[in-house]
């Protein structure tokens, strides 16, 4: 079992930044693939960025590409979501996620809002 906390959200213009963080419990934190996700309001949850347990080899969304980095820092048991030069399309409640591979994302923390105002 893990749980997840997410902090960082917060109002910011376009263009700026924010960094997300996620922290996790349990003992296990170095064995789960994390994810970032994302809900729009009125829109499904995409995916936004994962970084595997195992490589640290991150993935991201084509959206967020070139703007945003997925991190992890076992020793501290928290991963991190840096996002530079956001657009009001950014705006969302941001969700961390955990999984064992191979599995799908079964620890979801409560989220945080981002909003990007033009």
């Known amino acids: 079992q893990i749980q997840l906390v997410e902090s960082g959200g917060g109002l910011v213009q376009a263009g700026g930044s924010l960094r997300l963080s996620c922290a996790a419990s349990?003992?296990?934190?170095?064995?789960?693939?994390m994810g970032w996700f994302r809900q729009a309001p009125g829109k499904e949850r995409e995916f936004v960025a994962t970084?595997?347990?195992?490589?640290?080899?991150?993935y991201y969304a084509d959206s967020v590409k070139g703007r945003f980095t997925i991190s992890r820092d076992n020793a501290k048991k928290t991963v991190y979501l840096e996002m530079n030069s956001l657009k009001p399309e950014d705006t969302a409640v941001y969700y961390c996620?955990?999984?064992?591979?191979?599995?799908?994302?079964?620890?979801w923390g409560q989220g945080t809002q981002v909003t990007v105002s033009s």
């Open positions: 349990g003992r296990t934190f170095s064995s789960y693939t």
């Open positions: 970084i595997s347990w195992r490589t640290d080899s991150t």
């Open positions: 996620a955990a999984k064992k591979v191979p599995g799908t994302y079964d620890f």
